[in-house]
């Protein structure tokens, strides 16, 4: 297939895009690469594309624009014609929208509003996007399901990927485009984001720094490894989102709908507390990491957890890697690629 993945120099789409080269798929990324964390991690990683790319034979096109820029989108589509778009460019990150909020507008509503609006016109087969358990926000009642209401966002970071979910149900109602939202669970694993925990924790350890260690340690996380995600992705992005025919709407679901719209959580459905994620990086790198143990963060939620039921009865797949593996599998590619 041809499948355009935006945010491709991003970390998941990163190991997204990689391994759709390899599954012998032409791949147009889209990224505007901006400096939100160390450029350099995400130029390196858009160097192993086109080897990847190279050594498959694959067909790769990378397009270095915005977005937010919609003649820029309306160029990629007029070049390009896709059987997949898979939308993985967004402004990460829960504390960040606290201080910059304009910027989750611009790239997690106007940018997402310009790719609706080119796969209604091109009409694309399938449009398959990120949303995040940030969504449950409030939500206390465990493990988070998708039949359940997300009216409570604790974070504009948050509320702008509930914006996307109806978005996109408009745009399947509408014009019935085929759409699939996945709310991923907390990834981690190699080439991850500087600003995430198991980056940080790693780094600061080594340096003999401290780490700052937020409810002290207390709040769980459903960390889900990042193959684990991309697997999911490409099972879900692969089939195509369908009405549901017992949708009522008396009672409506909120996961499905009389529209070709679904969505899925994907995470590991195995919560673990901060303090047990800490001590399995201690015991990768073999050294105690020094804490500094400070109060909840304003926005961030107490735990999170993934009934990830509907994805597996849907595509035939669950996120098994434990979080001890990958967590050693991090510490390695982080050796490696600072040469330590």
């Not at 400096?35 to 397009?63: C, N, V």
């Not at 509003?113 to 409030?138: D, K």
């Amino acid at each position: 297939m041809k499948i355009l993945v935006t945010g491709n120099a991003g970390f998941i789409g990163f190991h997204l895009t990689k391994t759709l080269l390899e599954r012998g798929d032409t791949v147009v990324g889209f990224d505007i690469v901006n400096d939100y964390y160390d450029p350099t991690l995400k130029e390196k990683r858009l160097e192993i594309l086109e080897e990847t790319a190279r050594e498959t034979g694959s067909e790769y096109h990378f397009i270095r624009q915005n977005l937010a820029d919609m003649a820029a989108v309306e160029a990629c589509f007029k070049e390009h014609t896709f059987d997949r778009v898979i939308h993985l460019a967004a402004q990460a990150g829960v504390r960040y929208s606290l201080e910059n909020p304009h910027s989750y507008v611009e790239a997690n509503i106007v940018a997402f509003t310009n790719l609706l609006e080119a796969c209604r016109y091109a009409e694309v087969p399938h449009f398959t996007y990120a949303s995040t358990s940030s969504v449950y926000g409030a939500n206390t009642n465990m493990p988070f399901s998708e039949h359940a209401g997300v009216n409570h966002p604790l974070q504009f970071y948050a509320a702008t990927k509930k914006a996307n979910e109806m978005m996109a149900h408009s745009y399947s109602h509408l014009f019935k485009l085929p759409t699939t939202g996945l709310r991923f669970f907390t990834v981690y694993g190699p080439w991850g984001r500087p600003d995430m925990a198991l980056f940080k924790f790693t780094k600061n350890t080594l340096e003999g720094k401290s780490i700052p260690v937020f409810n002290h340690g207390n709040h769980t996380r459903d960390f889900t490894y990042v193959e684990d995600i991309v697997a999911g992705v490409i099972k879900a992005s692969d089939q195509i989102a369908e009405p549901n025919p017992e949708w009522d709407s008396n009672n409506p679901d909120p996961a499905t709908s009389n529209a070709p719209f679904r969505i899925f959580n994907i995470g590991n459905n195995n919560p673990v507390k901060l303090i047990e994620y800490i001590e399995a990086i201690e015991e990768a790198l073999g050294m105690k990491a020094e804490k500094e143990l400070l109060p909840l963060q304003p926005g961030d939620v107490p735990d999170t957890f993934a009934d990830s039921t509907a994805l597996e009865e849907a595509v035939n797949y669950k996120p098994a890697t434990p979080v001890k593996e990958g967590v050693a599998m991090f510490v390695e590619w982080y050796r490696s690629y600072y040469n330590l």
